[in-house]
């Protein structure tokens, strides 16, 4: 079992960043930034696997977003800059030993964080 802790979320301006971070107690190779807005389906960021350090991102935060991975700290990253309104949502992390396929399909990964809350204002 391993425990996800998410923390870094807030209110920011668009256009302006933030950095997310997720504390992992254990090593898992693969991991990945999800969101969800309100009455939408939770949807994958940024994934990364950090065997090879690849990491693949959704189109719509490409340029924007940066996921990056403290193995040392056991911590996963997501910097996003040049935030827009509708990145505002629930970010959570997510983690497993082993995804194939698509790494930005929530129904890969089985362990979870509780989420942090961004909201960016226009």
């Known amino acids: 079992q391993v425990k996800l802790v998410e923390s870094g979320g807030g209110s920011v301006q668009a256009g302006g960043s933030l950095r997310l971070s997720c504390a992992a107690s254990g090593y898992t190779a693969y991991a990945a930034w999800f969101r969800q807005a309100p009455g939408k389906e939770r949807e994958g960021v940024a994934a990364?696997?950090?065997?090879?350090?690849?990491?693949t991102y959704t189109d719509s935060v490409k340029g924007r977003f940066t996921i990056s991975r403290d193995n040392a700290k056991s911590t996963l990253y997501l910097q996003m800059n040049s935030l827009k309104p509708e990145d505002t949502a629930m970010y959570y992390c997510a983690a497993d030993t082993l995804v194939l396929g698509t790494r930005l399909s929530p129904a890969k990964y089985q362990y979870w964080g509780q989420g942090t809350q961004v909201t960016v204002a226009s």
């Open positions: 990364i696997y950090t065997g090879s350090g690849s990491t």
